[in-house]
């Protein structure tokens, strides 16, 4: 029941939603249905973040439904006075179903699947959790941050509050929703990208081919969702014990070849030293989580795709955003597809576009800020070239500037309650000078989608005659020689060019020439047909752009925390997956054209055939990672994320209802830190440097799945979110500091003070912390605190109050 | 109702028409259930929560429960001058007495019949009853929202003037005129000719909106926009016993019963389209409602019975001036059998509700039997071709349905849950008491945490208490939770206790359900208990 309320909440909005995006999107076969969810969830959350931001709306659920009203006016007022919506819609009716039919096949599947292992309880999940909770119960906006007591969040959580839109409209539980919120993006990101290639190839293809393009919707339905690291057949085979040495180390795998005693012996050891005799009991390799190491094939980077997301099931902001990444792709498409001259007198004429626009670019920053500046940059391409088309150039970059400028001045502001209380972490762009990506690794990884975007080549770079074809070629070749000649004058102005230089083996300069002569390609491509067929140019833009997102990030990379030692591991993390979103709208439609133009006189086309067997193979991956995920779906199936914590620690699951129920949505919670401490004999008490890791696990535990604040939840976090300044290094030590000085004083004068100087008024002693503090927790705090809550060895304790009451 | 129009009477002869007559009773009635609901009733749910915040207001004390609507601020003032519930509740009332007069201004959209039956439906509602007669922050709401509707459909808001005065008031009441509002706005024509009316309104809600933030006059704290305020607080505070789905299935089913056959009529295009700003207000207000189906309050039912009124006024009276031309001595036979066999098996299943329990075996059998005959009488209707004779009963069934309801309410309500959690009178001698104890003794009146929200009404005008989670050596007067141990020191004072009590909602099932239909005494109140403690020998 939650799953179908969750559902209809969704499609309500979409619903909502539709004639905004057919008045915007009309251009789309489908009028832009696939993506109208994002749309819609776009609009009704900014307005309802704006809302609460000015007070305008008080916290509650029912106040989530003020942004639904806003969406609904705005929606249909489009309805009544755009001239384009109402027929649009009508045109494409079969697309609305097709897409309404998608997402819930999509969202009901993956529902299913995700309760198979609805526990939110591994590795970031119970951050994602915290955010989903802060933006449901936050007494105030800009939400506030409850691992950071008193503080607003400082992070990209747009996508949270999205996600919590439907929570609280569909009125299930957070614990729910949580999962819920997974299937929708699922199921999002699945009609988003069948919508767009679908387009692309019915753009590309006569009337009478029509039935290509939900063909080429499906392959990228299977890029984007299903499709794999290339990796996972070697993990079958290593499983069952055929590993091939030689062939593992020319695929750069051998970590997956059973290691040698002298490599054992080793402390560096790049070989396989777990279990061999079996290592599988199954026909799928049983290894727990083997498919993690799918996404940490590249040495000091993530290279994490869609599918392995969903597999694991963090809610993270560059998963909650492929929806959104997908409708600015749609925007682009169909700007790209535009005839008229969009300059500043564009807005004078259909000022909502513009502010459309700006709704739905700025909001990429706000759901996931690495987003941002890509797809403004192709936007800004697309006006770019589309006004080249028909004015000279320089003319038409003027007007290009003219229609962009208040546009993005506008995305900025409509979101700047945000910024004011953001802090990027973002340190500039580096020039990345280190060994590079060896070429197996960047096939087992981006060979899929890579493969099927050059399936473009063969009938995107046929031209007329060599002169155009040599001009093209030219034209195009400055997309990499660009960023190379930026790199080299940045390593050369540090004075570490020989460095660079010779610290990329050769092998990784071949990798580099690799992307550099497939952006070079279908850049080329792209400028070729610009004036001849948009449709292509556009196809081979898309293929381009994520082209040079890989390209990219071998050259540069976005300084953050990690910048001392992994540096490049979030650039590569954030825009490959970028680039795997791009490439799967592209690539399936590459592949489908190129198949329909092959011929035995024009053979080239028939690449896209090892091209699509290639992405077959990628569904090995899915294959043998389901079964091992679920254990082969033969776990019980539960919906509620926190139903494990019910099964296996029930005086923590009462706690947490408890708390989420009885204390107030301001309320400062304190909890254990995470710091382990041992007594000693002189009575005092001393750090444990044994203990487990701050961040992740149990410290916070109560905040993240409640929402209330606590003082201090994973302090490694707070650095990342915050910066790595002295002043905020030194406040979380201070409140680590205060907070085991609470639970650890003796003295009830002291630990009142400490209380009030954190604004904490309510004290958790459960299982964590009696672990944690090696102390008599309950004869400290029953002495001066108050009992509010007792379930077994687990009681909340409460400053007592007292306060007259005037009533005259 | 359409045709009786008194032909008879000559032009120019004084006198009053049986439709005159009708109309004159209707309003009567409308207002009179009102005026007896605010003489009798209770404070209770949203009005309890509502009265409180605008007494600490009065007195000067920030409160969450005070929404400064500007029926909130006129009842602080009321409180401040030192009334009771009275004065705001007749406030209320004088406001909503103006309803009758929108219906008859419908009669060009409605025609003659269809605006009495919205009359009707609006009289006899007993949610609409509840919030029109007592003081709580919406009370303004319905009677707004009609009248802005009837503006909007007789183009009154175009002029400036009138457009200002309803962003005010639009924007400093309750959601319900916002709904009709976002409704006119998304399905206006060309919104553009009248834009000097939306200039106007917009500058009426931004005065709305400065004097609500400003809490009218009583200090200035945040931005507020009291419609989504409350919006918002509708899922947050308990306002009422029985859920909005509850509140629906117990008060509202026939009006929408008959407005969902209106839809379907419409859809067949059986009936003339209504206003699309009437359906799009109807869709909004079914939407809030669905929403807010587990939340505890009157005020999303209340928001879709309205539009359901107004949507089912014109159909209705086409079905019921179709019924007077049906051919009788076809449907008499149908509508005798049904009314034979219905009245028989209303009789059993009225018996099973009494005893709260199905019958045996052969009683089932006989109700099926029974259920068949009068099945068998629709359906000699429906092959006569006489359907619409069946508009007849089921006006009467409404009205039946409806009545006591609407009754219950204007005399006490002393077992209805639409007037529940409430404050019961006792709470009020237990304040005479801990007074009377404060003066004796001079020690302090203490009163738990848990307990601070529901003593507000019950001991308003009592000076400083202390809310305290420990007793402090100066208390003398303890109100503690029942469930809590006893405090030390103290003794339990005999009685049963309560600050508040409840009358739960009768849909454990559907005989209980029945049962309260029939006999709306089935269900007493029940104390949320507490314990009073003073110190020995007081």
Known sequence: LDALAFWLAAMAVWLIALPLAAALLGRLPDAGAGVALPLGLIVAG??????????????????????????????????????????????????????????????????????????????????????????????????????????????????????ALLTAIAGVPSSVGYNLALACVFAAGGSGVVSLAAALVRWLVPRRSALLAPAAGFAALLLLLGVGSLSAPFEWAAAHGHTDEQLFRRFGVQWMVPCTPEELASSERDCYSGAVNPRTTEWYPTEYWFW????????????????????????????????????????????????????????????????????????????????????????????????????????????????????????????LPWYLTFSSQASGLSPYIGEGTLPSHAFLQFGIPLGLAVCALPFALRARGWIPAADALAAGLWAPLLPLLAWLGLVALRGELTDAVNGRGDLQWLTLLGYAAVVWLLSSAMWLQLRRNRSVALLAALGGMGALLLYGTELFYIGDIFKGFIPRQN?????SYQAWIILAVAGPAAAVIALRSASLRRPAGYMAVPALLLAAAGLIYPLLALPNRTDNFRVPTRDDGLAFLAESQPEEYALVRWIAASTPRDAVVLEATGQTYRAQEDGTYALDPTGPRIDYGDPGRVASRTGRQ???????????????????????????????????????????????????????????????????????????????????????????VFRPLETS | V?????????????????????????????????????????????????????????????????????????????????????????????????????????????????????LLALALDPVSVALTASGNAAAFDLPLALWLYVGLRRRWLARIPVAAAAGLLAASSGPLPLLLLVAALVTARQPQR?????????????????????????????????????????????????????????????????????????????????????????????????????????????????????????????????????????????????????????????????????????????????????????????????????????????????????????????????????????????????????????????????????????????????????????????????????????????????????????????????????????????????????????
Request: net charge negative; with cysteine.
């Open chain 2, 194 to 538: 009248y834009w000097r009316a939306l200039a106007a309104g917009g500058l009426g809600a931004a005065v709305a909106l400065v004097l609500a933030s400003a809490r009218f006059g009583l200090g200035f704290e945040e931005l507020v926009f009291p419609p989504l305020d409350i919006l918002a607080a509708g899922s947050e505070r308990r306002w009422s016993t029985p859920t909005a789905a509850e509140v629906a299935i117990l008060y509202n089913v026939p009006i929408l019963i008959a407005a969902g056959l209106s839809v379907a009529a419409v859809l067949a295009r059986v009936v003339p389209r209504p206003p699309g700003m009437l359906s799009a207000w109807l869709a909004i207000s079914a939407g809030w409602w669905v929403f807010s189906i587990d939340h505890h309050g009157p005020l999303p039912a209340a928001a879709v019975a309205l539009p359901a009124a107004l949507f089912l006024g014109q159909p209705a009276a086409c079905a019921l001036a179709s019924a007077r031309r049906v051919d009788l001595r076809f449907a008499a036979a149908g509508l005798g059998i049904m009314a034979f066999f219905g009245v028989i098996l209303g009789a059993n299943i009225a018996d099973w509700a009494r005893l709260e329990r199905p019958g045996d075996g052969s009683e089932r059998a006989l109700v099926a039997l029974l259920c068949l005959g009068a099945l068998v009488g629709v359906g000699l209707l429906v092959w006569a071709r006489a359907t619409a004779a069946l508009a007849v009963p089921a006006l009467m069934a409404a009205i039946a349905f409806l009545t006591p309801g609407a009754l219950e309410l204007a005399t006490g309500g002393a077992a209805d849950p639409l007037a529940s959690p409430f404050s019961p009178v006792s709470a009020r001698d237990l304040r005479d008491l801990a007074l009377e104890s404060r003066a004796t003794t001079g020690l302090e009146i203490v009163v738990h945490p848990d307990l601070a929200e529901d003593v507000t009404w019950p001991f308003r005008d009592s000076g400083v208490l202390l809310v305290a989670s420990r007793i402090p050596p100066a208390a003398g007067f303890v109100l503690w939770p029942a469930d809590a141990p006893a405090p030390e020191g103290f003794v339990r004072l005999e009685g049963s206790w309560a600050l508040t009590r409840r009358i739960r909602a009768p849909t454990a099932d559907g005989l209980d359900y029945l049962h309260w239909l029939l006999d709306r005494n089935t269900l007493a109140s029940r104390p949320e208990g507490i314990a009073v403690y003073t110190r020995p020998g007081q």
């Open chain 2, 2 to 118: 359409t045709e009786a129009t008194g032909a008879e009477r000559e032009p120019g002869e004084p006198g009053l028409s049986l439709a005159g007559l009708a109309w004159l009773l209707a309003a009567l009635a409308f207002v009179a259930l009102r005026v007896g609901a605010a003489f009798t009733l209770p404070v209770f749910g949203m009005e309890l929560d509502h009265l409180s915040g605008a007494w600490q207001a009065s007195i000067g004390q920030d409160d969450h429960r005070y929404v400064p609507t500007l029926f909130q601020a006129i009842s602080a003032f009321f409180l401040w001058a030192g009334t009771g519930e009275l004065a705001p509740r007749l406030l209320a009332v004088v406001v909503a007495a103006t309803m009758p007069l929108c219906a008859w201004f419908l009669r060009r959209d409605l025609g003659d019949g269809g605006a009495f039956l919205v």
């Open chain 1, 571 to 575: 650039t590569v993390f954030k825009l």
């Open chain 1, 46 to 163: 900014l307005a309802y973040y704006l809302l609460r931001v000015f007070s305008v709306v008080s916290a509650g659920d029912a106040g989530w439904l003020s942004g639904v009203l806003v969406l609904a006016a705005v929606s249909g007022l489009v309805l009544r006075h755009n001239r384009r919506a109402w027929p649009a819609m009508r045109r494409s009716l079969p697309g609305a179903l097709a897409a309404f039919g998608l997402f819930t096949l999509l969202f009901f599947a993956f529902t299913w699947f995700r309760s198979h292992v609805a526990a939110i309880a591994d590795t970031e999940e119970p951050m994602d959790f915290l955010y989903l909770n802060a933006m449901l119960v936050s007494p105030e906006y800009p939400p506030h941050d409850p691992w950071f007591a008193g503080e607003p969040a400082s992070y990209y959580y747009f996508g949270y509050l999205q996600m």
């Open chain 1, 710 to 800: 606590t003082p201090i939840g994973w302090p490694g976090h707070e650095r990342q979110w915050r910066g790595e300044g002295l002043e905020v290094g030194a406040e979380i030590n201070a409140r680590l500091d205060m907070v085991d000085r609470v639970y650890l004083s003796g003295g009830a004068e002291e630990s009142l003070g400490l209380l009030a100087a954190l604004h904490a008024t309510y004290v958790v002693v459960g299982r964590v912390e009696r672990e944690r503090y090696p102390a008599d927790l309950d004869a400290h705090f029953g002495s001066f605190l108050d009992i509010v809550f007792e379930n077994g060895n687990t009681r909340v304790y409460a400053v007592p």
């Open chain 1, 292 to 415: 993690w190491r799918g996404t940490r094939i590249i040495p000091d980077t993530i290279t994490e795709f869609p599918f392995f997301s969903f597999l694991l099931g963090d809610l993270h902001p560059h998963v909650m955003s492929i929806p959104a990444v997908l409708l600015a792709l749609a925007l682009v498409m169909t700007t790209w597809r535009g005839r008229s001259v969009l300059d500043w007198r564009a807005h004078r004429r259909l000022p909502w576009h513009g502010i459309a626009f700006a709704m739905a670019f700025g909001a990429l920053a706000f759901i996931n800020a690495w987003d941002v500046i890509t797809l403004c940059a192709f936007l800004a391409l697309a006006v770019a070239l589309r006004d080249v088309r028909r004015l000279p150039v320089g003319a038409a970059l003027l007007a290009a500037v003219g229609w962009l400028a208040p546009v993005f001045a506008l995305a900025v502001i409509a979101y």
